[in-house]
């Protein structure tokens, strides 16, 4: 079935360093991503939608210019978390519709972000 | 987005029959019911999803009420594997955003 790939799984970083979370569509062109966030024990928040070619949609509280989001190609889309700070520290799931007018959405396995 | 409602939790035994509920009383004609579920530190996985009428798969099976304010996941034999956060999400289908509420946290005793 059709994958999408998560990299890194977990990371580590230092106050005020920027992260970069990248999300491969594997076996399908993905014109669109979506990027959750995730805190313990909550559901997944939609943090943006992204268009390749185009810039993201961005949900209503989230802040484009801490969170930069590039989907340069069909199967390629990434999250840059800047200027990271702890409060920043959580789960960082990506999404991929399987193509326009199906039902098929594909998550990847997500992103363990720490800040220190 | 048509909102749907689910209890926070439930649980069950291994081996037997599991019932997830979902209310969406205020579905619209062209929404699809989606059930995803989330194991722990991984993203969701699909599970099934349906329109009006009930469905079957390998994973589970899924029964729509007539008026569609309402459906159930079933999961036929429960396993120690099947323990996650099951999301009932309405979609029109139409390429949007998937909006996730609370869930079902699933706990499967042996």
Known sequence: GAVVSQHPSWVICKSGTSVKIECRSLDFQATTMFWYRQFPKQSLMLMATSNEGSKATYEQGVEKDKFLINHASLTLSTLTVTSAHPEDSSFYICSAILGFGTWGYTFGSGTRLTVV | ?110
């Open chain 2, 1 to 110: 987005d048509a909102k749907t409602t689910q209890p926070n939790s439930m649980e069950s035994n291994e081996e037997e029959p599991v019932h997830l509920p979902c209310n969406h009383s205020t579905i619209s004609g062209t929404d699809y019911i989606h059930w995803y579920r989330q194991l722990p530190s991984q993203g969701p996985e699909y599970v099934i999803h349906g329109l009006t009428s009930n469905v079957n798969n390998r994973m589970a099976s899924l029964a729509i009420a007539e008026d569609r304010k309402s459906s159930t996941l079933i999961l036929h034999r429960a396993t120690l594997r099947d323990a996650a956060v099951y999301y009932c999400i309405l979609s029109n289908n139409q390429g949007g955003k998937l909006i996730f509420g609370q869930g079902t946290e699933l706990s499967v005793k042996p």
